[in-house]
């Protein structure tokens, strides 16, 4: 017989917990402590779930309130049969997503991988993406059909037929969402015993278990012999604008991530390091182990004859640090990409120059434009750029410049020549997709992409065709496609890592070494993955 409800409280009910305990706030919330929810725990970081032990159900309601933060997420734990088998309905959004009005509502699953698999994520109209006051949400999972009412007028459906049985109710939460008022009905049933050693895996490790300043890292280059280099920066916090000297470093593994070597420094150039214009590493096709340096007087190339240990003098390239109207042009976190014909194309980005709308940030006031230039001799010389978004034409016939919405460029190379570019939106809910079919000299018209992507820093193409795409919402994860990019999976979760920056190699057939910055400022992390015709399968750590 379905109960007339209960009220959670973490007082009153049998609770088990991840990475951190949850205790009881004022008018109903129920919350991790504010100095424990950034610690790195032994799991997803930062992701925290308190399953109910005691609230056993097949189909139920649950209705709560919530409110959302940029980088932050909120849900309901649904037919939990252990910490790491379960559904999930949760609320997640990131800075642009806020910053755009963008809602976005997910029902994902949780198994044996530690990663949490998405069954549908779907961008729900008419609800704020941060709202000031707190807001209700509502939803009722009957069978396999999961049905959700957010607000006032916002609507989710989702189907799946994973976890047909009863399982625990819980609670999720990352950053600083807020939930409350969480109420239960349905009709209580007997579910499997809980088993409080079946742990999610922690699936990430640190390459440099060292002193805990920020590491950046930047780009993973594997050498001809299979040794893979990974450079990195040290920087106290988002705020500092200069590092010191000596403070990019490099580690190498000759295991294919597995183990790293003590750090070194990786001085291309005397002097500090500017936090965010730091050299970039890249194999050519020729196999040249260059690095592409960009100051305040032009771009510049270094070559290395031995691993990155020694680095001749800089020789000046003619990439241009700008363009009309876009007075600064940065190389995006891909940076190169190698082509099958032996050339090259670099990806970049700038801020457009809107006069006093750059002032203050406010809504409309950021616009920016993204470009390629193409290299035939090894990077010595370079196409003049190349916007990523091809003009149109108007209905008199002129020309139409690209968009302003495009900021940081992804791309890899499929087996019949095409590029394809993934670009990251300002206010786009939907990442910007851009194809070019003569090697990067035209591209576009750039569409809405596949899937939303609020930061779009590696794309990757193994040899057997697969295709990864790394970004931000929900927290840190990638998107598969088995068709060189004409489908998509739904995507995986495979850890926080808001900032969604870092690299990826191929290291071993279908085996992806993935780098990336951690949430909280502070060690970077690293998994190898497997990709697999099913998806994405973590490798054990180490």
């Known amino acids: 017989m379905e109960h007339a409800g209960t009220t959670l409280r973490i007082g009153t009910g049998n609770w088990h917990f991840t990475n951190a305990p949850w205790q009881d706030g004022e008018q109903g919330e129920l919350l991790v402590p504010q100095d424990l929810r950034r610690q790195d725990g032994e799991r997803i970081q930062g992701h925290h779930h308190a399953f109910a032990l005691d609230q056993t159900y097949q189909d139920l309601q649950v209705s709560f309130e919530f409110r959302l933060t940029p980088h932050s997420d909120i849900g309901i734990v649904l037919r939990a049969r252990n910490e790491r088998d379960f559904y999930l309905f949760h609320l997640p959004d990131c800075g642009q997503a806020s910053r755009s009005q963008h809602f976005w509502a997910a029902f994902s699953k949780m198994d044996h991988t530690g990663y949490l698999k998405r069954i549908k994520l779907e961008l729900v109209r008419r609800v704020p993406s941060v709202p000031r006051e707190w807001m209700r949400a509502e939803i009722r999972l009957e069978r396999n059909r999961l049905s959700a009412r957010i607000g006032d007028h916002g609507v989710f459906e989702a189907s799946d037929d994973t976890y047909p049985g009863p399982g625990r109710v819980g609670l999720y939460l990352t950053g600083n969402a807020q939930i409350r008022q969480v109420r239960v009905s349905g009709a209580p049933a007997s579910g499997p015993a809980w088993d409080p050693q079946t742990r999610q895996p922690r699936n990430w490790t640190y390459p440099v278990p060292q002193e805990r300043i920020w590491q950046k890292p930047q780009d993973l280059v594997r050498l001809p012999g299979g040794e893979v280099l990974l450079s990195y920066t040290l920087q106290a916090s988002t705020g500092t604008t200069t590092d010191e000297q000596g403070s990019q470093l490099l580690v190498r593994s000759t295991d294919g991530g597995r183990s790293w070597s003590a750090p070194e420094a990786l001085q291309v ?161 939907w990442m910007w997709e851009t194809w070019s079919r003569d090697g990067g000299a035209t591209w576009g018209p750039c569409v809405p992409g596949a899937f939303p992507g609020y930061a779009t820093p590696n794309m990757l193409r193994t040899r057997s065709g697969a295709v990864l795409v790394a970004h931000r919402l929900p927290s840190l994860s990638l998107n598969l496609s088995h068709d060189e990019g004409h489908t998509w999976d739904q995507g995986t979760l495979i850890d926080s890592g808001l900032w969604c920056m870092g690299a990826m190699v191929e290291v071993e057939p279908d085996v992806v070494l993935y780098v990336y910055w951690d949430s909280y400022e502070s060690l970077m992390r690293a998994q190898r993955l497997r990709v697999t015709a099913s998806g994405l399968e973590p490798l054990p750590p180490g």
């Not at 936090?275 to 007087?297: F, M, Q, V, Y």
């Not at 240990?309 to 241009?320: D, F, K, L």
């Not at 700008?322 to 014909?341: S, T």
């Open 269 to 429: 150039v005397a002097g500090p390091v500017q936090a965010w214009w730091p050299p970039r590493l890249h194999h050519t096709p020729a196999g040249r182990l260059i690095a592409l340096l960009r100051g305040e007087s032009g771009y510049a190339i270094a070559e290395s004859t031995d691993g990155a240990r020694s680095w001749a003098a800089p020789v000046p390239t003619n990439i241009p640090l700008g363009v009309p109207m876009v007075e600064k042009l940065h190389l995006g976190p891909q940076a190169a990409l190698n082509l099958a014909d032996g050339s090259m194309v670099l990806l970049l980005y700038g801020g457009y120059a809107l006069g006093d709308l750059h002032g203050p940030w406010t809504w409309g006031s950021a616009h920016c434009q993204a470009y390629s230039v193409r290299s035939s001799d090894e990077g010595r010389t370079w196409s003049a750029p190349i916007n990523v978004d091809n003009q149109g034409l108007d209905r008199e016939g002129k020309a139409v410049p690209g968009n302003l919405d495009l900021t940081e460029v992804c791309a890899a190379q499929m087996s019949d020549g095409g590029i394809l570019a993934l670009v990251r939106p300002i206010f786009s809910p």
